[in-house]
């Protein structure tokens, strides 16, 4: 992987491809490898960028400090301004799509089109919080066993878990891989995120939303408000794909992707 100092850490990134900049943000616990499909489906004709969040992957933790959506979307400007992008098009999953309202609320100049997967614009619920905050102190504790175990069925659509059993190992893999501390302080951040529905009447990029039809931790009311929010959106909905639907039916997802891409060339 590239490495770049950015903001007092060392950020992991790979990049494939040439064109107009797309940045993708992976979700919780993994790291830039979730994209693998979308960056061979969209390299031919983009320049596709895919980091690690601070904590994740190869990417350093900075500070044991709560990793906020806002740090992480200074990072990602950071790393823009490391490779000399200006105006990009971002796209998050899940926890990468706290990072984009967060990136969209800072530079929303720099922000030529926005991709939402499997992602809410809403805040933690105090019950929520306090599951992050139980479950930070036993990934300090005990590793990400206890993460995996709870988080990994529910991933996934039940299909998914006899269909697509490379795709449960892969993340399987990821998940334990992720180094206990850039987990511990990313489920702190995301507990500390604020409610964005204020934001979504004004966000003025092109925006497409997407959700797996049997995503259970984002589910499809919550797409279908930012859908309803956000002037002008497009809503793809994956049908038989959980929370990873683009590692769960890719062909489905570049199909959205890539069509949505297509659509703002000049
Ligand atoms: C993710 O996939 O990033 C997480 O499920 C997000 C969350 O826990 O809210």
Known sequence: MKKVRVRGFEMAYEEEGRGQAVMLLHGFPFNHALWREQVQALSDHYRVITPDMRGFGESALSTEEPATMRE???DVAAL???????????????????VAFAFYKQFPLRVRSLILADTRHTADTAEAKENRERQAQQALAEGMKGIVDSMLPKLLAPASFTERKDVVEELRAMMLSTPPEGAAAALRGMALRTDQTYLLPLILAPTLIIVGSEDQITPLS???????EIRGSRLEVIEGAGHVSNMERPAEFNQALRTFLDSLQP
């Open 72 to 74: 992480m979307a200074e």
């Open 80 to 98: 823009l301004d490391e490779l000399g992008i200006n105006r990009v098009t971002l796209g998050g999953l899940s926890m990468g799509g706290y």
């Open 222 to 228: 919550d797409a279908e408000v930012m859908h309803r």
